[in-house]
């Protein structure tokens, strides 16, 4: 079965690192794109970037580069999206999602990271 | 940078009526538009994909049609599982966008 599977629910405080992970099985991981897309609470879905694995070449959207990280350990078929210095609007659902290329849509999507920041 | 709106922002419809969701961008996108069913508490669904391409899995009551700037989701007799946020997506430019979201409720 094809799937993505991410790790568990964040409470961290202002200014504190965090990397969450999505994990891929199922599938050649290093022949799809790994998506972020983030979901503030009650609001819609929102594309900060995507990665491909094969050769890490990454592309974020203007509203998060800098902001956050994204990186992939292709030998144990994970991606991550990092953040140095959280802030209380980083709080949100992230979701990760698989697509064959830059142009494509997302076809499979992870269960999703909830991270609250929180002093 | 693409921006995509969508009409309306909530519908509350009625088993069996018919549903018809409008995604507009802000400059030509050619066929590079898909749509996506999200559940509360679930992760999105694509359910459309070049405008108006199948889904493996996914009920033939949904279709899509459109082209260039305008797009529309249409759901063809509604059924209580349908009741969700359908999101447009755009894959045209180098940086992807979302559709504000249509929240489907059942009457």
């Known amino acids: 079965e094809v799937q993505l599977v991410q790790s568990g629910a964040e409470v961290k405080k202002p200014g504190e690192s965090l990397k969450i992970s999505c994990k891929g099985s199922?599938?050649?991981?290093?022949?799809?794109?790994i998506g972020w897309v983030r979901q503030m609470p009650g609001k819609g879905l929102e594309w900060m970037g995507i990665?491909?694995?094969?050769?890490?070449?990454?592309r974020y959207s203007p509203s998060f580069q800098g902001q956050v990280t994204i990186s992939v350990d292709k030998s144990i078929s994970t991606a991550y999206l990092q953040w140095s210095s959280l802030k209380a609007s980083d709080t949100a659902m992230y979701f990760c999602a698989r697509t064959v290329s830059p142009l494509y849509p997302f076809d499979i999507w992870g269960q999703g990271t909830m991270v609250t920041v929180s002093s | 940078e693409i921006v995509l709106t969508q009409s309306p922002d909530f519908q509350s419809v009625t088993p069996k009526e018919k549903v018809t969701i409008t995604c507009r961008a802000s400059?030509?996108?050619?066929?590079?538009l898909h749509w996506y069913q999200q559940k509360p508490d679930q992760s999105p669904k694509l359910l459309i994909k070049?405008?108006?391409q199948s889904i493996s899995g996914v009920p033939s009551r949904f279709s899509g049609s459109g082209s260039g700037t305008d797009f529309n989701l249409t759901i063809n007799s509604l059924e209580v599982e349908d009741a969700a946020t359908y999101y447009c997506?755009?894959?045209?430019?180098?940086?992807?966008?979302f559709g504000p979201g249509t929240k489907v409720d059942i009457k």
């Open positions: 199922g599938y050649s991981f290093t022949s799809y794109w």
């Open positions: 990665i491909y694995p094969g050769d890490s070449d990454t």
């Open positions: 997506h755009q894959s045209s430019s180098l940086h992807h966008a």
């Open positions: 400059q030509n996108i050619g066929s590079s």
């Open positions: 070049y405008v108006s």
